[in-house]
């Protein structure tokens, strides 16, 4: 024990973030209690969605079997309490909710850090500036905007605001998260987050290659705070919350009271219910009730696979499946050429070819329309546009197999005989 107080002590001492990542150790969706954090308040006029509950859907849903591995099968519900880390589980589909169940002493109003999922609603917030000009265009540099960083590493000059929501910097920036020596560590318990981007190197010509790396949210984060002025929790308070009716209040952690500079890569706190309202403008193209909230070129461009990027656009994901048969097993192909042909034959607008491992033969993974927003202990917001469906899932942590569950809910509701997943 003393050993351990010595280290924490001399930790502190050296680096404010190391001292910090000793105390409160790996990253919790709580730890929007022992962060700073500008306040967003819920609206007067609360938006509810329908209840849907009392419908076959539901019925169907709470059906599905999940049969885990080396384990019995168990209907959703029972499966998502006894076997995972969950705290809400939201289905919701025409405006109706369909599945709403809250574990682990959650409740509907009670927010916690949705982490990564950060990143798209940075990413709405940057819409929303451009479409009110604060920001002319995703192709400015972003010295334009943060002239700071003139005087930091060259290739600042060359850095768009486009490279940075598609994850192109280049930084030299490590994404791990074992390790609070890593560049991420930093950025989540520093004080002075700026400070620590304008000493960032670059490993590689920005534009050159997708390389996920948050510090390119938080300076998406830093130009919407510079352009309007403001906390960009206040921001998101007056442009979506008060006008898509929110009923909780949220927060947006920052990194100290001297600075406030928020935390726009990880640190947005908020209940599920909230959330998918937010899906909702998205799942809307933008439109809530009647206005243009977002506008549509801006929602288009997060929901279109950009398979050359890893079908990552905007900070977002587009959900990608390998092409099988009917048998359930890959499609293989001779060659790349002949994949690509098996890919047009199958009608595939956004696919990429790739060779299987072991093997000589090609396979086919394609994106289709559902995308979705992504946090590191399994926060997830899945928006499915052709089902007109959302589906929110948060936890404590990021237990395997949520996106088949997902496709086990689309199943069953397109086809009332299916019900089982593995």
């Avoid at 009716?245 to 600075?259: L, N």
Wanted: proline share 4%.
């Amino acid at each position: 024990m003393r050993l351990l107080i010595a280290f924490i002590f001399i930790a502190s001492l050296s680096s404010c973030h190391v001292g910090r990542f000793a105390v409160y150790n790996f990253a919790n969706i709580t730890d929007h209690k022992i962060f700073p954090y500008t306040e967003i308040l819920p609206s007067d006029q609360q938006f509810q969605f329908q209840n849907g509950t009392k419908t076959s859907y539901t019925e169907r849903i709470e059906k599905i079997t999940i049969t885990p591995p080396n384990g019995e099968g168990k209907q959703l519900d029972d499966y998502l309490r006894e076997e995972t880390k969950t705290t809400a589980f939201l289905v919701i589909k025409n405006d109706s909710i369909l599945f709403e169940q809250y574990y682990r002493g959650y409740e509907q109003s009670t927010i916690s850090n949705i982490f990564s999922a950060t990143k798209s609603v940075t990413s709405m917030m940057v819409g929303i500036a451009i479409d009110e000009g604060k920001i002319k265009d995703v192709n400015d540099v972003v010295t334009d905007y943060l002239p700071d960083f003139k005087n930091a590493h060259p290739y600042f000059q060359q850095l768009t605001i486009q490279h940075l929501l598609d994850m192109r910097a280049g930084f030299d920036f490590q994404e791990r998260y074992a390790t609070p020596f890593a560049e991420v560590a930093k950025l989540y318990y520093e004080t002075n987050q700026q400070k620590q981007l304008l000493k960032l190197g670059f490993s590689h010509e920005p534009g050159t290659y997708h390389s996920y790396q948050s510090a390119s949210t938080s300076m998406l984060g830093l130009i919407v705070e510079r352009v309007t002025e403001q906390p960009i929790g206040k921001y998101l308070e007056e442009k979506i919350w008060q006008p898509l009716g929110m009923q909780h209040r949220a927060t947006w952690s920052y990194d100290d009271q001297k600075h406030q500079s928020s935390k726009t890569f990880c640190c947005f706190n908020t209940t599920a219910i909230d959330l998918a309202k937010i899906a909702r403008l998205y799942l809307n193209n933008g439109e809530w009730n009647g206005k243009q909230i977002l506008s549509k070129e801006w929602v288009d461009a997060a929901r279109t696979p950009n398979v050359e990027n890893d079908s990552y656009q905007n900070q977002w994901y587009s959900s990608t499946r390998i092409h099988r048969g009917e048998d359930g097993e890959y499609m293989l192909y001779p060659d790349s050429l002949s994949a690509i042909a098996g890919a047009r034959q199958a009608d595939l607008n956004h696919f990429s070819v790739s060779p299987k491992r072991g093997s000589e033969s090609w396979y086919i993974r394609y994106s289709g329309s559902d995308f979705y927003a992504l946090g590191i202990l399994g926060q997830i917001i899945y928006i499915a546009p052709e089902e007109n469906l959302i589906m929110i899932r948060l936890g404590e942590k990021a237990d395997s197999g949520y996106l088949k569950i997902f496709d086990a809910i689309q199943k069953t509701i397109n086809n009332p005989k299916i019900s089982q997943s593995s």
